[in-house]
Structure formats: C-alpha cells, structure tokens
C-alpha cells in the first residue's frame, strides 16, 4: 500500500513512507510484556533489545525533513533491530 500510494501521489508532490518498529521500551509494554514475552522478543531480535522511542522517533524527523529525505517514497523503514532482516526464525 506504502508503495501504491507513493506512485499514485508523487504527482502532486506528496511522499508515502511507513515505519515498522519493532518491540520498543515503553510505559505500556513493560507493564505487559511478562518475562516470557520479553525473553521471546529478546531471542528473536538479532540486536537482542528493545529499541526506544527516540529510535522511532528519529527516524519519523528524518522522514519529516525535506533537506534529508525529499527523494524517499515508497519506503517501509524497519526498525526493529534486524528482525525483520533475520526472517522468520526456528
């Protein structure tokens, strides 16, 4: 869809991009993440953490920032610490 949009809009100047994090550190998920879950997400992410919310939030003021990404369109940014590079593991 990110990428659809992206063609469908670059006419009339309107770029398209998704960020997909990965587990990150907040209030809400440590109050829900039980050890297990943690251990889960922990064992699954090449980098072995969860990201924080300034990670995330990085990445949407770069995508923000005309001067640093006016030519980025169509792009899924995943920040998940290699999850998603890893593919599905065992």
């Not at 809400?28 to 297990?36: C, S």
């Not at 300034?54 to 003021?61: F, L």
């Amino acid at each position: 869809m990110t990428q659809t949009m992206a063609v469908e809009l670059a006419s009339v100047g309107i770029r398209v991009n998704a960020i997909a994090p990965g587990p990150v550190e907040t209030p809400l998920v440590r109050d829900m993440h039980t050890e297990q879950v943690r251990t889960k997400w922990i064992n699954a992410v090449p980098q072995h953490r969860y990201g924080t919310p300034d990670e995330i939030a990085g990445a949407a003021v770069f995508l923000l920032d005309d001067s640093q990404s006016s030519f980025v369109t169509g792009q899924t940014i995943c920040i998940d610490g290699g999850f998603t590079a890893a593919g599905l593991l065992p």
